[in-house]
């Protein structure tokens, strides 16, 4: 299953970035509060970085390990999350691009490559959580 989302943030793509991006691991639970993470490898995030997920949302804790696999500063990363739930492994590959828009507004786009559906990845919850990465990004910087 592939799902794609957007939503036009009120920032250039520098800012939307370095909230995404560079302060993920800080940041990603703010925006979705069923998740937590650790990095695992030390320094910026870049290729290679590996970092480590829980999650709740589907009632059951699950844990799994992000990496990302490519980096374009300020304009798109890839990851590859590799979940363990209670019917195995889920891999899930994840690109996400900061297109700028009228020169000071970013275009953000996530775009999920999910071998097997999972409940958890719905659109909606999707959504929602860039909806909050719009008000928090808006209202911070």
Known sequence: MKIEVSVVIDRPPAVV??????????NHPRWDPSIQ????????????????????RVGTPI?????????DPGKS??????????GGPLEVHGR???EAVD???TKLTIELDMPHFHSSMEP??????????KELVETET
């Open 63 to 71: 844990e799994g390990i992000m990496e990302v696999v490519e980096l």
């Open 17 to 26: 970035f370095e909230f995404y991006v560079v302060n993920h691991v800080r």
């Open 103 to 105: 020169g000071d507004r």
């Open 37 to 56: 993470l650790t990095q695992l490898t030390e320094g910026p995030v870049g290729v290679g970085t590996r970092i480590k997920r829980r999650h709740t």
């Open 96 to 98: 996400v691009t900061f």
């Open 124 to 133: 909606g919850l999707i959504e929602g959580g860039y909806r909050r990465i």
């Open 77 to 86: 990363m890839k990851a590859v999350i590799v979940d363990q739930t209670p």
